[in-house]
């Protein structure tokens, strides 16, 4: 988005800001019950049960936040889930 901005693509800013936008840390935070706003190494270990490497790269950062933003939506449909089969 910073790029669109940058070459001033106002028509894909529009259409950007228009879509529903889901933020990993923020769910994080309501699914996990978590005080604070965990680092992304952090959130990928406690989540994906996995140890990490950051590399300090876009691309690795992004594959961690993907893993993680992934996995919180199965366990907030795994809760979903649940929530019906108590009722």
Do not use: G, W
């Not at 590399?55 to 950062?61: E, K, N, P, T, V």
């Amino acid at each position: 988005l910073a790029e669109a901005y940058r070459l001033r693509k106002t028509d894909l800013v529009q259409e950007v800001n228009k879509k529903k936008q889901l933020c990993t840390m923020i769910m994080a935070r309501q699914y996990i019950q978590l005080d604070k706003y965990p680092k992304l190494i952090d959130l990928h270990e406690r989540i994906c049960h996995e140890n990490a490497t950051q590399h300090h790269r876009a691309m690795s950062d992004v594959e961690l936040c993907s893993k993680c933003l992934f996995q919180l939506l199965h366990m907030r449909q795994i809760k979903k889930i649940t929530k019906k089969t108590a009722q």
